[in-house]
């Protein structure tokens, strides 16, 4: 990793989303040959073993610092389970001091210590011995009454340190067997050199949202789930990011318990994309979840239940 020159944002609308770009030209992207590759494991830990150890062997082929996206849900529960017990230990000491760590999205505004926010499920998984011991974290701040210069603030920083090493991603089933990474999702106008945005929450995502932290093991009180559902938006992150991190790896473990996965993954893992970059920015907005397959370095961890 290496930092890089403070950057120039712009911001444009789509709608009622707002998306920050950082006016760097045009993102590349691969278009895919061949098909999708993905690894069936047998079980969640073994799914966190395999992200640990391409953060482990990352670690291992590129000196210096490493700034990582951190995934929330349960695609990486068990990976985070697994850093815990290790951060509890001298083990790995020297790969968390290089570790420069960050948020993929949030909703906003909230307070930050409510039990429904990814950083209180983070402090929860990983332990309050990783956070002592890497070099940095970095949450989207929802506290605030300014979200887009917060959003910018938290892009510069990102910037700042030479961009994403490794995103962890998952995958969100939509509509027509769509899907969403992140929270980009179907037809809120993210292009493909949008970085990060601010987008209008559906009552559907709330509920979502707090179902699975609850079946996830939080702590919720009463108050905090009241704040949760007068939240008004989304912050993500965007194409750029995905696209712009220098690895990618993604996991799904949980298409049992929503099985809108299995569809969505053989639509994302079968779709032809157009030869007009113009008409494949249109198949991202319409199903962000083939932004995946434009990035050249990608590994992807399931389950046999996705594919069953």
């Not at 030479?162 to 980009?184: Q, R």
């Not at 945005?197 to 996830?216: C, Q, R, W, Y």
Request: hydrophobic fraction near 40%; charged fraction near 25%.
């Amino acid at each position: 990793m290496t930092t890089s020159a403070k950057v120039s944002i712009e911001s444009r609308r789509a709608g009622q989303n707002v998306w920050l770009g950082l006016g760097t030209g045009k993102t590349r992207f691969v278009r895919p040959e061949g098909p999708f590759n993905y690894h069936v494991l047998e079980s969640e830990e073994a799914v966190g073993r395999a992200m640990f150890g391409e953060l482990v062997d990352y670690a291992a082929e590129n000196p210096g610092d490493i700034t990582f996206v951190l995934l929330g849900g349960r695609g990486a529960q068990a990976m985070y389970r697994l850093i815990s017990k290790l951060a509890e230990t001298d083990e790995i000491d020297d790969l968390l001091g290089r570790l420069h760590v960050f948020t993929q999205d949030a909703l906003a505004p909230m307070r930050m210590a409510n039990g429904l926010s990814f950083v209180r499920d983070f402090e929860r998984l990983l332990g309050p011995k990783f956070f002592a011991k890497i070099k940095s974290f970095t949450p989207m701040l929802t506290e605030t009454d300014d979200l887009e210069g917060e959003l910018r603030k938290y892009v510069e920083h990102l910037e700042s340190l030479g961009g994403i090493d490794i995103f962890f991603l998952g995958l969100g089933p939509e509509a027509e067997a769509a899907s969403h990474l992140c929270y980009i999702k179907p037809g809120c106008g993210a292009g493909l050199d949008d970085f990060a945005g601010i987008i209008p929450i559906s009552p559907s995502i709330l509920e979502h949202h707090i179902a699975k932290f609850k079946v996830g093991g939080s702590e919720v009180s009463a108050e905090d789930e009241e704040e949760c559902r007068r939240a008004a938006y989304i912050l993500t992150l965007g194409p750029a990011a995905i696209l712009g991190a220098k690895r990618i790896v993604q996991s799904i473990v949980d298409a049992s318990t929503a099985p809108g996965k299995k569809a969505s993954f053989k639509r994302l893992i079968e779709t032809e994309f157009s030869n007009d970059d113009r008409e494949l920015a249109g198949q991202t907005d319409e199903n962000p979840g083939l932004l995946i397959r434009l990035h050249p370095d990608v590994r992807s961890y399931v389950l046999s239940d996705l594919i069953a």
